[in-house]
């Protein structure tokens, strides 16, 4: 038999949950391009995207996924011939690193492994020996396959205390809206997200947020097409300009939705929800791991852990198999487990993550668990026990 008919919980780092208010929100005919409620709407979402970001500065939204607005920045930063520097903790930075490479960028990665955090005396050991020839350091705030966490802040003082000139670019494609993140504060000048994970809007919108002193160094950067030129979509003057072309209608009602949600709950209090339930996913494993050693979190420290997603191993074919349970005996999909071993090796089947990112709460996260768990013992897989009083008591404790 299989327990899955009921309202079905999407856990995988994204896209996320699609709130139903952001779902209604968006539930309606063509609106006209030109005047009326649409270009009037838009006009005030600008003050609250720079809130979730912590920025005064600019913002630029595209027709995009992660991986385009990837390349937003990329255009908009470099020239060819420039030379870049990519710290690189899990999957998504690499990733990154190939897409500034193939526009004939040189760049330079620092490669920390796949659950291992960055390595600040690496880091300024590359940036001391580069003469600041460096134009951009490019990092993951939350890398979405190891769930490792880079402590910007940091970054940012050691870029300082070598005095490198280098603008500071971040992906927090996994992270905004979940984990602490203060653009300004913490002196990053680029900034990339996209709309289908704490955003909690359908994959579609790509964000941009730059600095002023971004802006400046790179009005001369001669990869910049007028499609992916940001300076046009932040000083936008007619509604077209915004989007180089006709508008995301219907996920820009989307987004206001979700930002009115994001005002509501307050970004502290969003931050803490996803801390929270991100500490409730790590009791429950290290329960769990307590009586099995093939079950373990992937990032050891929980100071270097994203509060988003939740990457673990759990012995292949394990994984897989407890994955396929919850989907369709439980109605929950957790992820995969995403560049750890490729999908032809048998180890392949030993990784899983859960999300809890965006529009989550206690019920979602402690019943994504317990479905887990019901998995694990239908499926004879060994662990712990208490995993589930665990969870229940980090909720019960921090409420
Ligand atoms: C999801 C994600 C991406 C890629 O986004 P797409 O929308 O799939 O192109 C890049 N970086 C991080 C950190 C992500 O979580």
């Known amino acids: 038999m299989s327990l899955a008919h009921g309202r079905p919980y999407l856990a995988i780092p994204g896209p996320s949950v699609m709130p ?5 929100a968006m539930h309606r005919a063509a609106p006209n391009i030109y005047e009326g409620k649409l270009p ?3 006009e005030t979402l600008w003050p609250d995207l720079r809130r979730v970001a912590g920025t005064t500065q600019n913002v630029a939204l595209y027709i995009a996924n992660g991986h385009g607005v ?14 870049a520097l990519v710290l690189a903790t899990g999957r998504f930075g690499l990733s990154w690193a190939e897409s500034v490479r193939a526009l004939g960028v040189t760049v330079d990665v620092l490669d920390f492994g796949k659950s291992s955090p960055v390595d600040f005396d690496r880091v ?4 001391r020996a580069d003469g600041g020839a460096y134009k951009a350091v490019l990092c993951t705030h939350v890398d979405t ?3 490792v966490r880079t402590d910007v802040p940091r970054l940012r003082e050691v870029m300082d205390a070598v005095g490198h000139p280098a603008l500071l670019a971040v992906d927090c494609i996994a992270s905004m809206a979940c984990d602490e993140f203060h653009m300004d504060a913490w002196g990053v000048d680029v900034v990339v997200a996209a709309s289908q994970k704490g955003l909690m809007v359908p994959p579609g919108i790509g964000f941009v947020w730059f600095s002023q002193k971004a802006r400046e160094r790179c009005r001369t950067s ?4 007028p499609y992916w030129d940001w300076a046009p979509r932040a000083d936008a003057t007619e509604f077209w300009q915004y989007w180089n072309g006709t508008a995301p209608t219907h996920h820009l009602f989307g987004l206001r939705e979700s930002l009115d949600m994001l005002a509501e ?3 502290p209090a969003v931050w803490k929800r996803h801390e929270v339930l991100a500490r409730t996913v790590w009791a429950a494993f290290d329960a769990w791991g307590a009586g099995s050693p093939d079950i373990a979190l992937n990032v050891a420290d929980p100071a270097h852990r994203g509060r988003s997603v939740t990457a673990a191993r ?4 394990h994984a897989t198999r407890l994955r396929e349970w919850t989907e369709h005996k439980g109605g929950v999909t957790l992820g995969i487990g995403l560049g750890m071993a490729a999908p032809s090796e048998p180890a392949y089947h030993g990784f899983l993550r859960v999300a809890h990112m965006g529009h989550v709460n206690a019920h979602m996260t402690l019943g994504a668990l317990a479905v887990m768990e019901a998995g694990m013992v239908s499926l004879n897989i060994p662990h712990g026990q208490g995993a589930l009083a665990a969870a229940a008591r980090v909720v019960g404790s921090a409420v």
């Open 20 to 24: 139903d208010r952001v779902l209604a």
């Open 40 to 42: 009037d709407m838009v």
């Open 70 to 83: 990837w390349e937003a920045a990329n255009m908009n930063l470099f020239s060819r011939g420039d030379r």
């Open 124 to 127: 300024e050991t590359a940036l």
């Open 145 to 147: 396959a190891s769930t």
């Open 222 to 225: 001669d990869l910049r097409t």
């Open 265 to 267: 709950e307050g970004m």
């Open 314 to 317: 759990m012995g292949a074919p």
